[in-house]
């Protein structure tokens, strides 16, 4: 399993597991990279608290868990009051949750 | 009544287009003139000419790093695209100096169009609709009336969101009610005094409802769901913080291909990130 760590618990040579991204989306480094002091000034310029770092080689896959999608579900529900009807707008509301989901696990939740 | 008054006579004083656009209509409209014409009439306005070759170069018209003169973005993209890619990028820049109201930052509502005219192209690609090259700059100007509200009344304008916001109602039924205009009639104003094709003008006009007086409409009714779309991803800031249901109608107007949406919101935000560095939008919230 990848572990959190947070920000001032990293150490040059960790390599990370899943992308970080600021929070226009985009990603600011990604998975797979072995960090440098460089790096870690970049995360703190940022405002980035927690990084997911790779312990063994299965690490890189995203995992979407339940909560995170109940999560995500919740946080887009807040702002659409509708209920998607036809299969298209089915796909949209799925394909946004799971947009979203992703972002609960790559960053840190900024509110 | 005072405040439409004040913006209709907002309209006449809102920039005219840049001379660089109406120059190159110009040479559009010569059956004579060949795309080093029009390349001559980009390339007197230096900024513009990098822009447009850095903008034809960005994955979002996907010729990535192949278009070395402005000759080649005409031959490449279309003389129309790139036509609207200079009205495109001299609006941008217009809005980007725009005043910061309390309720609505121009520079999040100016990133949330570009999301928008991003979202509107990539869905135009995908029901390959034809006239491909007013998507992006409908999309970009979809909002455009609100940009009229923020010039002219400022003061104003921040109460209307407001209103909106308490009463839990759109921004267009709250502009309705206190200001008397709405922002996609405003819209269409400006549209009008740039004389931009009816097909725009209409995207601006009818993005909230997605159909153009009842008749089934492509570009508007993909701006109507870009515009959805982008406000579920919170693409920058429109003001609405409640996402408006799509209008059920146009979902038979666009066709689009099945289960599309897990494959266009990563171009979208892939285009959207890289659209932010090329109009210099980044870092600013």
């Known amino acids: 399993m990848p572990s959190v ?12 597991a899943k992308p970080i991204v600021n929070s226009f989306g985009q990603t600011l480094i990604n998975s797979g990279i072995e960090l440098n002091e460089n790096h870690i000034r970049v995360l703190k310029t940022w405002s980035i608290h927690t990084v997911t770092i790779k312990e063994n080689d299965n690490d890189e896959e995203v995992e979407i868990t339940k909560e995170m999608i109940a999560l995500a579900q919740k946080k887009i529900a807040e702002r659409c009051l509708w209920q998607p009807r036809t299969e298209e707008e089915k796909d949209m509301y799925k394909s946004v949750v799971l947009y979203f989901a992703k972002s609960i696990t790559y960053m840190n939740e900024e509110e | 009544m005072e405040i439409v008054d004040k913006l209709l006579r907002g309209v006449n004083d809102f920039p005219t287009l840049p001379t660089i656009y109406s120059a190159l209509s110009d040479v559009m409209a010569n059956p004579l003139s060949t795309a080093n014409d029009a390349a001559d009439v980009i390339l007197r306005d230096q900024a513009s000419a990098a822009k447009v070759l850095k903008t034809a170069n960005s994955s979002i018209y996907g010729f990535r790093g192949r278009i070395d003169t402005i000759s080649q973005a005409i031959f490449y993209i279309g003389f129309d695209e790139v036509k609207n890619l200079v009205l495109a990028l001299s609006i941008i820049d217009l809005f980007s100096k725009s005043s910061l109201i309390e309720n609505l930052n121009p520079v ?25 090259e007013n998507f992006f700059l409908a999309g970009i100007l979809h909002d455009i009336g609100k940009l009229l509200f923020i010039r002219n009344m400022e003061e104003e304008y921040n109460k209307t969101i407001n209103y909106a916001l308490e009463k839990k109602i759109s921004i267009r039924e709250a502009e309705a009610e206190l200001l008397g205009m709405t922002h996609t009639v405003a819209g269409e104003l400006i549209a009008e005094k740039w004389k931009l094709p009816l097909s725009i003008r209409n995207a601006i006009r009818h993005h909230y409802i997605g159909i153009v007086n009842g008749v089934p409409d492509k570009l508007a009714a993909s701006v109507h769901i870009a515009n959805i779309l982008c406000q579920m991803l919170r693409l920058g800031e429109s003001g609405h913080h409640i996402v408006k249901e799509p209008n059920i109608e146009v979902w038979e107007t666009l066709n689009l291909p099945k289960n599309i949406f897990s494959t266009i919101i990563p171009k979208i935000l892939s285009d959207y990130d890289e659209s932010l560095t090329l109009f210099q939008l980044k870092r600013s919230r």
């Open chain 2, 108 to 132: 999040d509502l100016w990133k949330h169009s570009i999301a928008v005219g991003v979202a509107t192209r990539i869905i135009g690609v995908n029901i390959k609709a034809v006239r491909i």
């Open chain 1, 5 to 16: 760590v947070q920000i001032d618990h990293i150490k040059e040579g960790m390599v990370i």
